[in-house]
């Protein structure tokens, strides 16, 4: 079965430091990693996915297959980068999200 | 354009009672998912449907039941709340077919007390 691991549950950098949210995977198909961002009183939504190879709000993140990683960074952090971010894989024949237990990130000022 | 709509935003429960969560999207979307989000557990599937008339179990699919006799309505009910389904439940929302990017579209929550 998939499984999406984010080991840290809370995460503080100081505003213009770099920051870097970890996420692991194990799925035995090609995978179709996400990471989703939930600002406060805000629903959910899509930050960025690896397949676009993008860079959104200065976030990027690189898939790993050697390592099964797929970590999320930004240079300089801004304090309106404060949020839970969320890993995510995509499986099934719904395409359904298996979401990573979360990272609640705190820019400091 | 609404996107996905999710009533009540709040509800206490008794142990024992039962209670139906509506979930509206208006953009003509297939695939259809419950999640309810638990703090230190992230996301985790309740139930979802790829179509009218179609539902299927997802990860923790105990203690729900959910039907999609609309395509633009998933509804959520509880049968018998318990303390354990204290949470944050979200709707979510995707389209099918090429084109799919796999982008879920989540409504606002829906905070359920069971005392």
């Known amino acids: 079965a998939q499984r999406v691991t984010q080991p840290e549950k809370l995460l503080s950098v100081f505003k213009g430091a770099p920051v870097e949210l970890k996420c692991n995977y194990s799925y035995s198909g090609s995978p179709e990693l996400f990471w989703y961002v939930q600002y406060s009183r805000q629903r959910l939504q899509l930050l960025l996915r690896h397949i676009s190879r993008e860079s959104i709000k200065g976030f990027t993140a690189d898939l790993n297959k050697g390592e099964t990683s797929f970590h999320l960074k930004k240079p300089f952090a801004q304090e309106e980068d404060s949020a839970m971010y969320y890993c995510?894989?995509?499986?099934?024949?719904?395409?359904?999200?298996?979401f990573g237990s979360g990272t609640q990130l705190t820019v400091l000022p | 354009n609404a996107g996905v709509t999710q009533t009540p935003k709040f509800r206490v429960l008794k142990t024992g009672q039962s209670m139906t969560l509506l979930c509206a999207q208006d953009m003509n979307h297939e695939y259809m998912y419950w999640y309810r989000q638990d703090p230190g557990m992230g996301l985790r599937l309740i139930h979802y449907?790829?179509?009218?008339?179609?539902?299927a179990k997802g990860e923790v699919p105990d203690g729900y039941n959910v039907s999609r006799l609309k395509k633009q309505n998933f509804l959520l009910g509880l049968e018998s709340a318990a303390p354990s389904q204290t949470s944050v439940y979200f709707c979510?929302?995707?389209?099918f077919g090429t084109g799919n990017t796999g982008e879920l579209f989540f409504g606002e929550g829906s905070r359920l007390t069971v005392l």
């Open positions: 449907s790829v179509g009218e008339g179609t539902t």
């Open positions: 979510a929302s995707s389209y």
């Open positions: 995510a894989l995509l499986s099934g024949s719904a395409r359904q999200l298996t």
